[in-house]
T-cell receptor, first 114, second 111 residues
Framework: AQSVTQLGSHVSVSEGALVLLRCNYS??????LFWYVQYPNQGLQLLLK??????LVKGINGFEAEFKKSETSFHLTKPSAHMSDAAEYFC????????????FGKGTKLSVKP | DVKVTQSSRYLVKRTGEKVFLECVQD?????MFWYRQDPGLGLRLIYF???????EKGDIPEGYSVSREKKERFSLILESASTNQTSMYLC??????????FGPGTRLTVL
């Protein structure tokens, strides 16, 4: 069965510092992987997705993630944090099939200090 | 751009009331989903639908029902609202195994 683990429910970084949000998955089939961002009182917005093409995936707002099959990881990074990056981030894995169900991690809340 | 709209951003209801949450998508997606989001629990799938008049239970269907009479519309129904259904409700739609597109959410408070 597929599952997603996000390490750290809260991460705090200083403005300009590296952002690293961790995601590990388990999947019995080649996975499709996603990172979403949620700003306060809004829905989720797709940051980036991995669909078995390039292992390094670039997304919006300067974020990128690297798919590492050997480590079953899909960590999200950004070289330099901005105040506007403060939000909650969710990693998700597709369960396969045509119905498009996703399994979500519990989320990581990112705080950015000035 | 895909647009998913939800009928209300904020809703306050009383215990025992019947509550309807409506979701509409404009991109002809087959799949639609209802989640609830609670602090520390992430997103939990309530129901999903992969075609008109089709519905499947998710992880936490108890106390909820759904209706999908038209492809673009997916309704979540709380037959008799209870205080433990106070939550953020998120609707999403997708095309096969592609990414899901989310609406802005409805924050429901049951008093």
């Amino acid at each position: 069965a597929q599952s997603v683990t996000q390490l750290g429910s809260h991460v705090s970084v200083s403005e300009g510092a590296l952002v690293l949000l961790r995601c590990n998955y388990s999947s019995s089939v080649p996975p499709y992987l996603f990172w979403y961002v949620q700003y306060p009182n809004q829905g989720l917005q797709l940051l980036l997705k991995y669909t078995s093409a390039a292992t390094l995936v670039k997304g919006i707002n300067g974020f990128e993630a690297e798919f590492k099959k050997s480590e079953t990881s899909f960590h999200l990074t950004k070289p330099s944090a901005h105040m506007s990056d403060a939000a909650e981030y969710f990693c998700a894995v597709s369960v396969g099939g045509s119905q498009g169900n996703l399994i979500f991690g519990k989320g990581t809340k990112l705080s950015v200090k000035p | 751009d895909v647009k998913v709209t939800q009928s209300s951003r904020y809703l306050v209801k009383r215990t025992g009331e019947k509550v309807f949450l409506e979701c509409v998508q404009d991109m002809d997606h087959e799949n639609m989903f209802w989640y609830r989001q609670d602090p520390g629990l992430g997103l939990r799938l309530i129901y999903f639908s992969y075609d008109v008049k089709m519905k499947e239970k998710g992880d936490i269907p108890e106390g909820y029902s759904v209706s999908r009479e038209k492809k673009e519309r997916f309704s979540l129904i709380l037959e008799s609202a209870s205080t433990n259904q106070t939550s953020m409700y998120l609707c999403a739609s997708s095309l096969m195994h592609n990414e899901q597109f989310f609406g802005p959410g409805t924050r429901l408070t049951v008093l």
